[in-house]
């Protein structure tokens, strides 16, 4: 079974990479309603994990940047941003890895980061996506 630790090293995050992008397994559940595509497979023996990937969309983009507090570790086009995310996708894909895009939408993010008392940054963007593959994962 592939874990995170056996993942290949782009899995986990660098802190000189400008993808803005990283993961993280889920551990509790928690219920949060959140649009979700799944993608990836499992085996008949053990479930795959799910991992929650930050998504967003080419409109909300620029604003997105504009509400991290940490936009200088995302690249500054939605263009560069989406070929870094879907190779990452594929990656997880690759290496076992169920993957749900959490589709992030600046104000919705921007309130549950002031709601938590949190800043809005990469941390905060793979909580807001692991809270939202939670409760696709636990109805598998």
């Given amino acids: 079974m592939v874990t995170a630790a056996s993942a290949p090293s782009l899995l986990r995050p660098k802190k000189d990479t400008r993808l803005g992008l990283s993961f993280a397994v889920y551990t509790r559940h928690v219920q949060r309603s959140c649009r979700l595509i ?3 497979t499992g085996t008949m023996t053990a479930p795959p994990q799910v991992v929650g990937l930050p998504w967003y969309h080419r409109d909300d983009y620029p604003a997105l940047l504009l509400v991290f507090s940490d936009p200088d570790k995302l690249p500054k086009t939605f263009d560069a941003w989406l070929e870094h995310a ?8 690759a290496a076992g890895f169920v993957v749900a895009r959490a589709w992030i939408r600046p104000a919705p993010f921007a309130a549950w980061c002031r709601e938590k008392d949190i800043l809005p940054d990469q941390q905060a963007r793979l909580e807001f996506a692991n809270e939202a593959a939670r409760p696709h994962h636990s109805r598998s």
Avoid at 86 to 93: A, D, I, N, T, V
């Fill in 38 to 40: 799944l993608m990836g």
């Fill in 86 to 93: 879907e190779g990452l996708e594929r990656q997880l894909r």
